[in-house]
T-cell receptor
Framework: QKEVEQNSGPLSVPEGAIASLNCTYS??????FFWYRQYSGKSPELIMS????GDKEDGRFTAQLNKASQYVSLLIRDSQPSDSATYLC??????????????FGQGTILTVHP | GAVVSQHPSWVICKSGTSVKIECRSL??????MFWYRQFPKQSLMLMAT?????????EQGVEKDKFLINHASLTLSTLTVTSAHPEDSSFYIC???????????FGPGTRLTVT
C-alpha cells in the first residue's frame, strides 16, 4: 500500500511568519512530488512540483525534497491570510499500472491569522 | 498552467437517475484524464484513469458499471453516474495530464447531490 502522510494539523501561523508543511511517502520508486492548495469548496490548485533532491523556490514558496529520507516539505514565507487553505501533498508513483497516478496525503489545514 | 473545465459545476438529481459530468482540457491535449471523488473533510480519492480511445482503468472498490467513463477525444472525458443514490453525493473532480503525465491540472469540480 503506497502511502503519503502529512503532518497533522491544523496549523496556525501569524501573518508574516513562515509556514512549514511536511510530507513523507512510503515508496522509494516515487519520482514526482507536488503540492496543491485547496480552498474550501474548490478543487486543488497546483502550486509547486519538484522532481530532484534539494530546494525549489517559486516566489514565497519553497519545496524541499529528500529522497533518501522519503520526505518533501513546503515552506511558505511571509504568510498571508489568503494562504489559509488545505495543502495537499501528492506523489506520482512510477512504473506498472501506477504510472501517472497521484496519491494524495490527507491534507494539512493552514490558517494564517492577522 | 493548463486549463481544465467541468460541466456542470453542481447538479441535484433524484435517486435512481443518471448524471453525466463532462471534463474538457481547454488549451492542451489530455492523453490521460483522472477522475476523483472527495467527501467532506477528506482527501481526494482516485476513482479511475482514462486514456483517450481505450477503456478506463478503475481503482479497487469502484464499480465500473456504475461509474461509466468515456474518453473519446484528447480534450473530452465524461463520467456518468448511473442509478445514482444518496451515498453517491460527493464532489467529483477531473484532472488532465498532457504528454507528460506527471503534472495534473484539475477541473473546478462538480458537486453532486442525490435526493
Amino acid at each position: 500500500q503506497k502511502e503519503v502522510e502529512q503532518n497533522s494539523g491544523p496549523l496556525s501561523v501569524p501573518e508574516g511568519a513562515i509556514a512549514s508543511l511536511n510530507c513523507t511517502y512510503s515508496d522509494r520508486v516515487s519520482q514526482s512530488f507536488f503540492w496543491y492548495r485547496q480552498y474550501s469548496g474548490k478543487s486543488p490548485e497546483l502550486i509547486m512540483s519538484i522532481y530532484s533532491n534539494g530546494d525549489k523556490e517559486d516566489g514565497r514558496f519553497t519545496a524541499q525534497l529528500n529522497k533518501a529520507s522519503q520526505y518533501v516539505s513546503l515552506l511558505i514565507r511571509d504568510s498571508q491570510p489568503s494562504d489559509s487553505a488545505t495543502y495537499l501533498c501528492a506523489v506520482n508513483y512510477a512504473g506498472g499500472t501506477s504510472y501517472g497516478k497521484l496519491t494524495f496525503g490527507q491534507g494539512t489545514i493552514l490558517t494564517v491569522h492577522p | 498552467g493548463a486549463v481544465v473545465s467541468q460541466h456542470p459545476s453542481w447538479v441535484i438529481c433524484k435517486s435512481g437517475t443518471s448524471v453525466k459530468i463532462e471534463c474538457r482540457s481547454l488549451d492542451f491535449q489530455a492523453t490521460t484524464m483522472f477522475w476523483y471523488r472527495q467527501f467532506p473533510k477528506q482527501s481526494l480519492m482516485l476513482m479511475a484513469t482514462s486514456n483517450e480511445g481505450s477503456k478506463a482503468t478503475y481503482e479497487q472498490g469502484v464499480e465500473k458499471d456504475k461509474f461509466l467513463i468515456n474518453h473519446a477525444s484528447l480534450t473530452l472525458s465524461t463520467l456518468t453516474v448511473t442509478s445514482a443514490h444518496p451515498e453517491d453525493s460527493s464532489f467529483y473532480i477531473c484532472s488532465g495530464g498532457d504528454s507528460s503525465p506527471h503534472e495534473q491540472y484539475f477541473g473546478p469540480g462538480t458537486r453532486l447531490t442525490v435526493t
